[in-house]
């Protein structure tokens, strides 16, 4: 596709359900990214995959947080036992592989927004 | 369909001028309007605008929404090599949880 996509693009579930959110990077972008945004606040990240390295999960905030990514295309965000705190818009975005200088642009896709009831 | 646009696209300056990054936007149900820096793998928070002609500030960075003329400006004065970044745009509207934009790259030489 012309740029990323993520699905659904609004999801309402009930405390302690799982949910599961999916990212489509642009074909060719080795490196894909989660970010979080709560409401009025700036981009929290979650994760970042590179390639076939070991992500970096180093932004996610709890183990009821997970994700995976199946060589270089989709990705799949899953919180388990949701909390109305996960309340909030979850961005993926994917690049070119980031060299060791200046980052290549992020292309952001629109979003989910999650609403934990 | 919510579009974000940015221009220009590049821009290549001198330690000590002053430049202007451009925001334009077409969305359905306009909240807000949010500038980003880029400098590494997580775009770092700079400013969110919601009303028109308040200008908002944070050292040498400003910034300024324009809902008549669906726009927004981010100003940046005496820059400094520090300011190198890829700035981005991003518009959160009633249709789509944020909307970005191919953001500016910045490079300030000394």
């Known amino acids: 596709g012309a740029g990323v996509s993520q699905s659904p693009s609004n999801k309402v579930t009930e405390k302690g359900k799982d949910v599961e959110l999916r990212c489509d990077p642009i074909s060719g972008h080795t490196a894909l990214y989660w970010y979080r945004q709560r409401l009025g606040q700036g981009l929290e990240f979650l994760i970042y995959f590179q390639g076939n390295s070991a992500p970096d999960k180093s932004g996610l905030p709890s183990d009821r947080f997970s994700a995976e990514r199946t060589g270089e295309s989709v990705s799949t965000l899953t919180i388990q036992r949701t909390q109305q705190e996960d309340s909030a818009v979850y961005l993926c975005a994917s690049s070119l592989a980031p060299g060791s200088g200046y980052p290549y642009e992020q292309y952001f896709g629109p979003g989910t927004r999650l609403t934990v009831t | ?110």
């Not at chain 2, 770092?44 to 944070?58: N, P, Q, W």
Request: glycine share 6%; proline share 3%.
């Open chain 2, 1 to 110: 369909e919510d579009k974000v646009v940015q221009s220009p696209l590049s821009l290549v300056v001198h330690e000590g001028d002053t430049v202007t990054l451009n925001c334009s936007y077409e969305v359905t149900n306009f909240r807000s309007l949010l500038w980003y820096k880029q400098e590494k793998k997580a775009p770092t928070f700079l400013f969110m605008l919601t009303s028109s002609g308040i200008e908002k500030k944070s050292g040498r960075l400003s910034s300024i929404l324009d809902k008549k003329e669906l726009s927004s400006i981010l100003n940046i004065t005496a820059t400094q090599t520090g300011d190198s970044a890829i700035y981005l745009c991003a518009v959160e509207a009633g249709n789509t949880p944020l909307v970005f934009g191919k953001g500016t790259r910045l490079s300030v030489i000394a």
